[in-house]
């Protein structure tokens, strides 16, 4: 299906005006982020331009329609293409609702197969080297140590880190507040180490680079404003070349890193689900899929029955010593 210019202006009209209402609605009822909703805006806005010019009402969108709508996406990525049915259907699903529509065009879609890898991890002795390779005399220095820390520490995605605001930190109590996706409130706990460098960079880094006192970001720029993900992410790709890291570091690599090494050294997957703040613990479970070697020395490190095991296998002759001591040989 080619998009089509010649759709009439008044269904052109509806189509644009129900859209706003849809995002309006996820905005307030369902709290989803800017990001979200911008994702949401771009997918619609796609789809209604490829609508052929037939097109006349909502009801008239059916299952051919559909079809050769996904026809035009199979060039694009599995992930994407899930990404726009779900935007899709999502606001099919909310014009129902409105009685602007009968039924659903995309209930006979199945969204595709997506082949779910392991997140890359950084290890211990490479995130330290990452906190160790920025010049500590300057405060961006004191500030990207700090956040790399922290991301490491508190498991948070890029955006929750550069929102993070004075208020929020509770380090007294050794714990951050975290607002994630769907503005969800989150408690997270925040390590000796982590806290350490951040608590440093709060005395020494942060009020050189602060213009205003009504700024209350934790993390802020030289020009004193909000620390932008994508000025992080620059940084710590510079950081990362610098330490001839053979691994593509990006923000999100940390807080892989962060639930891997708390899977690997005993914690249970519901706790790991609260501090990442995922809604739905089958997107947790991906960090399960871990090398078995791992799995092994979690197991002998903290199951009870893998210290009975080692212990009987340390006060018990070996087989050969038995035999030895009995003369048979």
Same mark, same amino acid.
Not at 296 to 312: G, S, T
């Given at each position: #299906?080619?998009?089509?210019?010649?759709?009439?202006?008044?269904?052109?009209?509806?189509?644009?005006?129900?859209?706003?209402?849809?995002?309006?609605?996820?905005?307030?009822?369902?709290?989803?982020?800017?990001?979200?909703?911008?994702?949401?805006?771009?997918?619609?806005?796609?789809?209604?331009?490829?609508?052929?010019?037939?097109?006349?009402?909502?009801?008239?969108?059916?299952?051919?329609?559909? *079809? *050769?709508?996904?026809?035009?996406?199979?060039?694009?990525?599995?992930?994407?293409?899930?990404?726009?049915?779900?935007?899709?259907?999502?606001?099919?699903?909310?014009?129902?609702?409105?009685?602007?529509?009968?039924?659903?065009?995309?209930?006979?879609?199945?969204?595709?197969?997506?082949?779910?890898?392991?997140?890359?991890?950084?290890?211990?002795?490479?995130?330290?080297?990452?906190?160790?390779? #920025?010049?500590?005399?300057?405060?961006?220095?004191?500030? *990207?140590?700090?956040?790399?820390?922290? #991301?490491?520490?508190?498991?948070?995605?890029?955006?929750?880190?550069?929102?993070?605001?004075?208020?929020?930190?509770?380090?007294?109590?050794?714990?951050?507040?975290?607002?994630?996706?769907?503005?969800?409130?989150?408690?997270?706990?925040?390590?000796?180490?982590?806290?350490?460098?951040?608590?440093?960079?709060?005395?020494?880094?942060?009020?050189?680079?602060?213009?205003?006192?009504?700024?209350?970001?934790?993390?802020?720029?030289?020009?004193?404003?909000?620390?932008?993900?994508?000025?992080?992410?620059?940084?710590?790709?510079?950081?990362?070349?610098?330490?001839?890291?053979?691994?593509?570091?990006?923000?999100?690599?940390?807080?892989?890193?962060?639930?891997?090494?708390?899977?690997?050294?005993?914690?249970?997957?519901?706790?790991?689900?609260? #501090?990442?703040?995922?809604?739905?613990?089958?997107?947790?479970?991906?960090?399960?899929?871990?090398?078995?070697?791992?799995?092994?020395?979690?197991?002998?490190?903290?199951?009870?029955?893998?210290?009975?095991?080692?212990?009987?296998?340390?006060?018990?002759?070996?087989?050969?010593?038995?035999?030895?001591?009995?003369?048979?040989?």
């Amino acid at each position: #299906m080619k998009e089509n210019a010649q759709l009439t202006p008044n269904v052109r009209y509806l189509l644009q005006s129900k859209l706003q209402s849809f995002v309006g609605y996820l905005n307030l009822e369902k709290g989803l982020s800017k990001n979200t909703l911008q994702s949401y805006t771009y997918d619609l806005q796609q789809f209604i331009k490829a609508l052929p010019e037939t097109i006349c009402s909502f009801n008239q969108i059916d299952k051919r329609v559909i *079809d *050769d709508w996904l026809a035009d996406l199979l060039h694009l990525k599995a992930s994407s293409r899930a990404r726009k049915i779900t935007s899709v259907r999502q606001f099919f699903e909310y014009l129902i609702k409105m009685h602007a529509l009968e039924k659903n065009p995309l209930q006979h879609i199945v969204n595709p197969l997506l082949k779910r890898l392991l997140p890359d991890t950084l290890s211990v002795d490479e995130i330290e080297t990452l906190q160790g390779s #920025m010049a500590l005399s300057h405060p961006q220095g004191l500030r *990207d140590r700090a956040m790399i820390s922290v #991301m490491y520490a508190c498991g948070l995605r890029v955006s929750e880190l550069c929102n993070l605001v004075l208020q929020n930190l509770f380090l007294d109590e050794n714990f951050i507040k975290v607002y994630g996706k769907g503005s969800k409130e989150r408690l997270v706990p925040i390590g000796t180490v982590a806290k350490t460098h951040l608590q440093q960079y709060l005395v020494y880094g942060r009020p050189k680079l602060q213009k205003s006192k009504a700024n209350n970001a934790v993390f802020i720029s030289q020009n004193g404003r909000p620390l932008s993900r994508k000025t992080f992410w620059l940084h710590l790709k510079r950081y990362a070349k610098n330490t001839k890291c053979a691994k593509n570091v990006k923000p999100h690599l940390l807080r892989h890193s962060f639930a891997t090494h708390l899977l690997i050294h005993g914690a249970d997957l519901r706790s790991i689900q609260t #501090m990442l703040g995922h809604s739905d613990i089958a997107t947790t479970q991906l960090y399960t899929q871990l090398n078995p070697t791992h799995l092994q020395e979690a197991y002998k490190k903290y199951h009870p029955r893998a210290f009975a095991d080692a212990l009987q296998q340390k006060n018990e002759p070996s087989k050969k010593a038995t035999d030895t001591q009995s003369g048979k040989v």
